[in-house]
C-alpha cells in the first residue's frame, strides 16, 4: 500500500458505494463520473485489491469493499456531524418542495420566517422531484404534495379546490362567464385530477368546452391574476393571492376535496436545533389547514 488513504478518496468510495453507481456519486458530489472512477481505481490500486465488481448497469460491492463500505460509512459520518457542528454558526437548513407551494405559499411567508426563525438561512429547493433524504446528503426537509390519503410524512395542510379569479372578473358574477378554465396537471401518476364539473355547472359553462392546463399550479394562478380564466386552485395556495387582492374567489360554497402536503425530515438531520426550529415554525403556520 502506498502511503496513507486520503479522506478524499473514502469520502468518494462511500458516496459511490452507498449509491450503487458513480455517475449518481459523481452528481452527489459535485465531480465527473470520470473523476470518480479514476478516484476509485486510485484507491483499489493503494489497496490492492478490487473494491467493486463493475458492469454497465450498476457498481456492485466485492467482498473487499463491502468490508470498507462498513468502516467508511461510519467514518464519513462521524466526519459529517464533526463538521456539521463546527460549522452550526451558518445555521442554514434546507427544504425541497414543490414549485407551486414555494412560490404561493412559503415565498409570502418569508419575512415572517426570518422574523420567527432569526438566525437561520432557509435553503429552498424547487423541484417536482422527489428527493431520497436518506441517500442525498444537504437535504434536511421535503414538503410532499401527497394524496390525501397518504401517512407518510407529518400532516401540514388538506387542502380544498376552489375557483378564483382576478377581482375584475370576479365582479361580474358567477352566472354566464365566457372565461375558460385554468387548470393544473400533476406530475405524479398518484394524485386524481381535479373534478371540473361542479365549477362548470356553478358557472354555467359547457362540459364539451376544453380547460387551459398548466404544468405548474402558480403559473395557472398567474394567468388568472392577468383575467386570463378562472383557475382551479388549492384553498391553501390561494389563501395569500387573495389576501393581497389578486385573486378573489368567486364561488365559496362550491369547492371539491383536495390532496395534502405532508412534512418528512432526513433521518440524520432530525434532531437538529435549527431544523427543529423550521418544522415547528411550519407546523404553527399551517395549524389552520389541518382541519
Same mark, same amino acid.
Do not use: N
Given at each position: 500500500m502506498s502511503g496513507r488513504i486520503s479522506l478524499s478518496s473514502i469520502r468518494v468510495f462511500e458516496a459511490a458505494a452507498r449509491l450503487g453507481s458513480f455517475k449518481e456519486a459523481a452528481d452527489e458530489l459535485g465531480m465527473t463520473p470520470t473523476a470518480v472512477s479514476h478516484r476509485i481505481r486510485g484507491l483499489e490500486a493503494d489497496l490492492g485489491t478490487a473494491l467493486f465488481s463493475r458492469s454497465h448497469r450498476k457498481a456492485d460491492l466485492t467482498a473487499a469493499g463491502d468490508e470498507l463500505f462498513e468502516a467508511s460509512r461510519a467514518a464519513v459520518s462521524v466526519v $459529517? !456531524?464533526?463538521?456539521?457542528? +463546527?460549522?452550526? *454558526?451558518?445555521? *442554514? =437548513?434546507?427544504?425541497?418542495?414543490? &414549485?407551486?407551494?414555494? @412560490? %404561493?405559499?412559503?415565498?409570502?411567508? %418569508?419575512? !415572517?420566517?426570518?422574523?420567527?426563525? &432569526?438566525?437561520?438561512?432557509?435553503?429552498?429547493?424547487? *423541484?417536482? @422531484?422527489?428527493? $431520497?433524504?436518506?441517500?442525498?446528503?444537504? #437535504?434536511?426537509?421535503a414538503i410532499r404534495y401527497s394524496p390525501r390519503g397518504s401517512t407518510a410524512g407529518e400532516l401540514l395542510a388538506r387542502e380544498c379546490f376552489r375557483a378564483f379569479a382576478a377581482p375584475s372578473v370576479a365582479i361580474k358574477g358567477r352566472g354566464g362567464m365566457s372565461l375558460p378554465l385554468l387548470v393544473s396537471r400533476w406530475q405524479s401518476s398518484d394524485l386524481d385530477d381535479i373534478p371540473l364539473r361542479p365549477f362548470e355547472a356553478a358557472f354555467g359553462l359547457p362540459s364539451e368546452r376544453s380547460p387551459v392546463i398548466f404544468d405548474d399550479e402558480h403559473h395557472a394562478a398567474l394567468a388568472? #391574476?392577468?383575467?386570463?380564466? +378562472?383557475? +382551479? %386552485?388549492?384553498?391553501?395556495?390561494?389563501? $395569500?393571492? =387573495? !389576501?393581497?387582492? %389578486?385573486? @378573489?374567489?368567486?364561488?365559496?360554497? =362550491?369547492? #371539491? &376535496?383536495?390532496?395534502?402536503?405532508?412534512?418528512?425530515? @432526513?433521518?440524520?438531520?432530525? !434532531?437538529?436545533?435549527?431544523?427543529?426550529?423550521? +418544522?415547528?415554525?411550519?407546523?404553527?403556520?399551517?395549524r389552520c389547514c389541518r382541519s
Open positions: $459529517d !456531524a464533526a463538521i456539521e457542528r +463546527i460549522g452550526a *454558526s451558518r445555521h *442554514s =437548513v434546507t427544504l425541497t418542495t414543490t &414549485p407551486a407551494f414555494a @412560490a %404561493l405559499w412559503l415565498a409570502p411567508r %418569508l419575512q !415572517a420566517f426570518q422574523a420567527a426563525v &432569526p438566525g437561520v438561512a432557509l435553503r429552498v429547493e424547487a *423541484s417536482h @422531484a422527489v428527493v $431520497d433524504l436518506e441517500r442525498v446528503r444537504g #437535504v434536511d426537509l388568472a #391574476v392577468s383575467g386570463s380564466g +378562472i383557475v +382551479i %386552485l388549492s384553498d391553501v395556495l390561494g389563501q $395569500d393571492m =387573495v !389576501a393581497s387582492g %389578486l385573486l @378573489a374567489e368567486l364561488s365559496p360554497d =362550491v369547492s #371539491v &376535496p383536495g390532496h395534502c402536503y405532508r412534512l418528512q425530515a @432526513a433521518g440524520r438531520s432530525a !434532531a437538529g436545533k435549527d431544523v427543529g426550529r423550521v +418544522i415547528q415554525w411550519l407546523l404553527d403556520e399551517t
